[in-house]
Every structure is written in structure tokens, then in C-alpha cells.
């Protein structure tokens, strides 16, 4: 693997940590209608598994966020594209990077509520922290594909 292969592989992690984090609130809105008990027994531990698998997936991508950055360029990469598309891919960063510092806090403060039994807790803090978890793994997707793929600064000459 080649350091310029890191920012393909990071959204990948996220894409990935996106698919299972839409399995595990398949699972959960599926045990919150179950009537029968060892059915929802069964979807909340599926819940718990793809919540953490997609935590640490998170996790994985982050280290490799971080590594791509101290090796290649520091923290700006150059956005090639240019006129309105310009405004719509910071608009998309600057909410992708405020809300990627949020949820540095609220996924692991959600985990623990879940971990400790405190569900009501964990529903209460989940409701806000899942949409906002989801719009970051999806937006980091996107991000790559502004960068690398669509508008890559490189193709500007």
C-alpha cells in the first residue's frame, strides 16, 4: 500500500462504518416493534454489534485520516473545482469538519450509556448523535470523491 492510497481506503472505512450503521438501525427500529421477547433479545444484540463494529470502524478510519495527514500535506488538501460547485463543497467540508468534532464526543458518550445499562439515556443521546454520526460518514465519503475523484486540484493546470 502507498501513502496515496490512504485517502481511497478512508473512504472506503466510511462508507463501510455507513452501511453498517444503517444494519444496526434496521436492527434496532426492528426490536422496537418485536413482540416477541427473545426476537427483540436478539435484534438489540444485533444492535449493539453493528453499532460497535461501525465504532470502531470509525475508529480505524480516524487513525488513517490522521496518519494521511502527518505524512502528506498537513491539513489542507486543494479543491480543484471552481464557480458554484466551489461554495457547495466548503459549505458540505465546513459542516462535515464541525460536526466531525462533535461527534469525537457524542458516539464514544452514547456508547457508554449503552454500555452501562443506561438505556433510556442512550436512546435519549442516540436520537440526536446517530443523524449526526450518519451525515459525517457520509459526507466524508463525499469529500473524498470532491477531492480525488470529481475535482481533483491536480486536473487544474
Given amino acids: ?9 478512508n473512504a472506503a472505512l466510511n462508507a463501510l462504518a455507513t452501511v453498517i450503521m444503517t444494519v444496526g438501525f434496521v436492527y434496532i427500529r426492528r ?3 418485536a413482540k416477541d421477547p427473545a426476537l427483540r433479545a436478539a435484534l438489540i444484540a444485533k ?15 480516524l487513525v488513517g485520516y490522521v496518519t494521511h ?28 469538519i464541525i460536526l466531525a468534532i462533535a461527534i469525537a464526543y457524542l458516539v464514544p458518550r452514547t456508547f457508554w450509556f449503552a454500555l452501562k445499562g443506561e438505556f433510556e439515556k442512550h436512546r435519549r443521546w ?3 448523535t446517530f443523524p449526526i ?20 486540484a491536480a486536473a487544474k493546470t
Fill in 126 to 128: 442516540a436520537r440526536f
Fill in 47 to 61: 444492535h449493539r454489534a453493528s453499532m460497535l463494529a461501525a465504532g470502531v470502524v470509525s475508529a480505524v478510519f
Fill in 133 to 152: 454520526w450518519y451525515y459525517v460518514s457520509v459526507t466524508g465519503v463525499l469529500v473524498y470523491f470532491f477531492l480525488y475523484q470529481w475535482w481533483p
Fill in 69 to 96: 495527514k502527518i505524512l502528506v500535506q498537513g491539513v489542507h488538501t486543494k479543491f480543484g473545482g471552481e464557480g458554484a460547485i466551489r461554495g457547495i463543497y466548503y459549505a458540505m467540508l465546513i459542516s462535515h
Fill in 31 to 33: 426490536a422496537l416493534c
Fill in 1 to 9: 500500500m502507498k501513502i496515496q492510497d490512504i485517502p481511497a481506503l
